[in-house]
Antibody
Framework: EVQLVQSGAEVKKPGESLRIPCKIS????????ISWMRQMPGEGLEWMGR????????DYSPSFQGHVTISVDKSISTAYLEWSSLTASDTAMYYC?????????WGQGTLVTVSS | EIVLTQSPGTLSLSPGERATLSCRAS???????FSWYQQKAGQAPRLVIY???SRATGVPDRFSGSGSGTDFILTISRLEPEDFAVYYC?????????FGQGTKVEIK
């Protein structure tokens, strides 16, 4: 069974850093690109960017380029989404997803709340 | 960037009725790279249709997709209670990959 397991909710202050994981099991980690999506409260889905686990190549949406970093640790089959300095507008649910035909597999989401 | 515009924003229907959801792209999208997702409240999205018309694993055959070029349709032939949700269209023919704003299918 394929599983993408994300961490629990995070509460951070503006200016703080954060890295949230997405641990993948059930298929060879390097098979599919892994994408991250943002969903702000009450809003739709936005694609943030993706990474190829095989060589760590990345592709970011212009809307998120320079504000987040996507990485992987192949040794533990985990992808990460990272911020160096959070702002209140980063408050959202974040999903990781992967798959061959489209995004067949999704994590359960990590809720990030940024508040002073 | 390819903009996807879904209509209607909200569809109010009764169980057993037919739902027709539309998605229009700002430029032509290859059918192989067009998908639909279902999202229920408090849950992660779920792939429903990929490559415009192929049902994802476990998706009942009352769901069907069609379209080409800039116009795509998701049809639910007879709504079941578990089908009431928000549906998003999505393209990955050119980066940045984009979603439509969503159509909410609600119980009338």
């Amino acid at each position: 069974e394929v599983q993408l397991v994300q961490s629990g909710a995070e509460v951070k202050k503006p200016g703080e850093s954060l890295r949230i994981p997405c641990k993948i099991s059930g298929y060879s980690f390097t098979t599919y690109w892994i994408s991250w999506m943002r969903q702000m409260p009450g809003e739709g889905l936005e694609w943030m960017g993706r990474i190829a686990p095989s060589d760590s190549s990345t592709d970011y949406s212009p809307s998120f380029q320079g504000h987040v970093t996507i990485s992987v640790d192949k040794s533990i089959s985990t992808a990460y989404l990272e911020w160096s300095s959070l702002t209140a507008s980063d408050t959202a649910m974040y999903y990781c997803a992967s798959g061959g035909r489209a995004w067949d597999y999704w994590g359960q989401g990590t809720l990030v709340t940024v508040s002073s | 960037e390819i903009v996807l515009t879904q209509s209607p924003g909200t569809l109010s229907l009764s169980p057993g009725e037919r739902a027709t959801l539309s998605c229009r792209a700002s430029q032509s999208v290859s059918a192989s790279y067009f998908s639909w997702y279902q999202q229920k409240a408090g849950q992660a999205p779920r792939l429903v249709i990929y490559s415009t018309s192929s049902r994802a694993t476990g998706v009942p055959d009352r769901f069907s997709g069609s379209g080409s070029g800039t116009d795509f349709i998701l049809t639910i032939s007879r709504l079941e209670p578990e089908d009431f949700a928000v549906y998003y269209c999505q393209q990955f023919v050119s980066s940045p990959w984009t979603f439509g704003q969503g159509t909410k299918v609600e119980i009338k």
